[in-house]
């Protein structure tokens, strides 16, 4: 919902935005499964790391 989607997966930041969809994945599980982190963290990284990775990179602004 918003906004960054656009040209996501597509061109020079393809493989990189890519690499960024995996790590927020895989953090918010390591940090689930570790069971050592707070609930109040998990809702904070969560809330940090964007769905849409693409929003870090700025694609749908500046597609390559």
Do not use: H, K, N, T
């Amino acid at each position: 919902p918003g906004g960054c989607e656009g040209r996501a997966g597509q061109g020079l930041w393809g493989p990189f935005l890519a690499f960024l969809r995996r790590r927020r994945s895989v953090v918010l599980e390591e940090l689930r499964e570790a069971d050592r982190a707070p609930s109040w963290l998990l809702r904070e990284v969560e809330q940090y790391l964007p769905e849409d990775v693409a929003c870090l990179a700025w694609v749908a602004r500046y597609p390559s």
